[in-house]
T-cell receptor, first 113, second 113 residues
Framework: QQQVKQSPQSLIVQKGGISIINCAYE??????FPWYQQFPGKGPALLIA?????SEKKEGRFTISFNKSAKQFSLHIMDSQPGDSATYFC????????????FGKGTKLTVNP | EAGVVQSPRYKIIEKKQPVAFWCNPI?????LYWYLQNLGQGPELLIR????????DSQLPKDRFSAERLKGVDSTLKIQPAELGDSAVYLC???????????FGPGTRLLVL
């Protein structure tokens, strides 16, 4: 049973555009939702994370939107740049992150110049 | 500050051979994780350590996989004997405490022939 469903599997956007990646979860006990960025040959790097007490969190060009009732959260990348081309993973955990992270299958983002 | 260090970065072995991976977490991080990442998939937790204690090893195939974290710092993950299906990237991550963000190493890419 896949606990975190991520879409789309791949995404192509033009430089300067907005990239949107969506995730849906099933376990209502999840209370910590990070996004990771992974470049080829590298380990995942924490990008931004949100807890369900807020509906949105912004850090620079990256924004997480969280909809608790719909059990969905999304990553928005504003003014997308070629350097943002990577694979993005959403994840979820409960007990404030003390339990294991459950990852989505990833979205491969390509930003064309 | 140095990140999570893993070695080797790449390993090619024949099936039925043993293999070991080593991880040095970020200094001061009490929690250490081993993840398995198959191609095109998100990481999946194998085992989590709190200091030297394995607190979650439910996903570790104990018939062939073993892990240890001596003195609560470095950790070793071993596979014996390796099977073709073990070909994947093995990621190590660490966090200050279990509720803090996880930081990943670059991974060890294993190919079993």
């Amino acid at each position: 049973q896949q606990q975190v469903k991520q879409s789309p599997q791949s995404l192509i956007v033009q430089k300067g555009g907005i990239s949107i990646i969506n995730c849906a979860y099933e376990n209502t006990a999840f209370d910590y939702f990070p996004w990771y960025q992974q470049f080829p040959g590298k380990g995942p790097a924490l990008l931004i994370a949100i807890r369900p007490d807020v509906s949105e969190k912004k850090e620079g060009r990256f924004t997480i939107s969280f909809n608790k009732s719909a059990k969905q959260f999304s990553l928005h990348i504003m003014d997308s740049q070629p350097g943002d081309s990577a694979t993005y993973f959403c994840a979820a955990s409960n007990r404030g992150g003390s339990e294991k992270l459950v990852f989505g299958k990833g979205t491969k983002l390509t930003v064309n110049p | 500050e140095a990140g999570v260090v893993q070695s080797p970065r790449y390993k090619i072995i024949e099936k039925k051979q043993p293999v070991a991976f080593w991880c040095n977490p970020i200094s001061g991080h009490n929690t250490l994780y081993w993840y398995l990442q198959n191609l095109g998939q998100g990481p999946e937790l194998l085992i989590r350590y709190e200091n030297e204690e394995a607190v979650d090893d439910s996903q570790l195939p104990k018939d062939r996989f073993s892990a240890e974290r001596l003195k609560g710092v470095d950790s070793t993950l071993k596979i014996q004997p390796a099977e073709l299906g073990d070909s994947a990237v093995y990621l190590c991550a660490s966090s200050l405490e279990s509720t803090e963000p996880q930081y990943f190493g670059p991974g060890t890419r294993l190919l079993v022939l």
